[in-house]
């Protein structure tokens, strides 16, 4: 058994490794119509600040003719900040994003991520779920569901902070989730909230991760604050799914991408 623990903890190590200087992250900020998050050039800042600190290349844009299968090549991961409804102009675009994953590309997705692309399956499924409803901005507290993975480590076991609690619909079964919302600790519209977490109980999904159509995917529902961009415990829990996600995303095989629909349906 011991022999099996040291097996574990190196292979877990060596996961969460990363060369942050051969790292190039597209930072991507659309939005559709609907409501913006102010939030966006703080969330750029602070991870332009992370980007320096760590000596990785972050390249911001809210130009969806970014994606094609050629550009998307150069990224390591592709970063959705406060993104919201539909994203992209084109089924072409899309297609790119997919085939990127599809190849073993990365993503990470921040706070209203959750809304984006509502009406692409392929996309909701790859978020793990889409935005239905939240209750007010108020004091929350979180609970760490699975202290073993990367990214949750030097997160407080029960995390308080301020934020907007986001509950899902069309949730996909894929998803591992390492940090959950305690829902005791909410005070503001309570009695919607406890109808809207649907067969959960105390606990909901706050962030999570999961292995999605070749790529690797790493989300937070946290980050409505524009003080969280400057909050070290908030950029850490960032950064730490952004180190996940680039460990997995390195190397990618594009004569692995297959789909040559947006819908179609997943190997």
């Known amino acids: ?19 942050w200087k051969n790292v190039k992250v597209l930072f991507y900020t659309k939005n559709g119509k609907g409501y913006v998050h102010e939030n966006i050039e703080s969330s750029v800042k602070g991870i332009q600040k992370l980007g320096q600190e760590k000596g990785f290349t972050v390249v911001t844009s809210d130009d969806p003719s970014i994606f094609t299968s050629e550009n998307l090549k150069q990224f390591t991961f592709l970063l959705f900040s406060n993104t919201n409804n539909d994203v992209f ?3 072409e675009q899309r297609l790119a994003f ?27 499924m790859l978020l793990g779920g889409s935005f239905a409803w939240h209750p007010k901005f108020q004091p929350l507290t979180l609970k760490v569901i699975d202290a073993s993975h990367a990214s949750a480590k030097n ?4 995390w308080k902070k301020e934020d907007e609690l986001y509950f899902l619909k069309e949730m ?5 989730v390492i ?3 305690d829902l005791t ?14 067969f959960f109980n ?14 690797t995917v790493w989300i937070t529902t946290l980050g409505h604050d524009k003080k969280d961009y400057e909050d070290p415990t908030y950029l850490n829990h960032i950064l730490q799914g952004m180190q996940f996600v680039a460990s997995h995303a390195m190397k990618k095989d594009f004569s692995k991408a297959y789909a040559k629909e947006i819908e179609e349906p997943i190997k």
């Open 179 to 181: 940090l959950a919302h």
């Open 172 to 176: 996909y079964p894929g998803i591992n």
């Open 185 to 198: 600790s909410v005070k503001e519209d309570e009695e919607k909230a406890k109808a809207a977490a649907g």
């Open 202 to 215: 105390r606990y909901y999904p706050a962030a999570w991760y999961q292995h999605y159509d070749g790529g």
């Open 1 to 19: 058994a011991s022999l099996l623990i040291i097996i574990s903890t190196l292979a877990y190590a060596q996961q969460a490794e990363v060369k």
């Open 89 to 91: 102009d084109t089924n």
């Open 98 to 124: 997919r085939q990127y994953i599809e190849a073993g590309g990365g993503f990470v997705g921040l706070h209203s991520a959750l809304g984006t692309e509502r009406n692409w399956t392929w996309f909701k």
């Open 155 to 158: 997160l407080p076991s029960n």
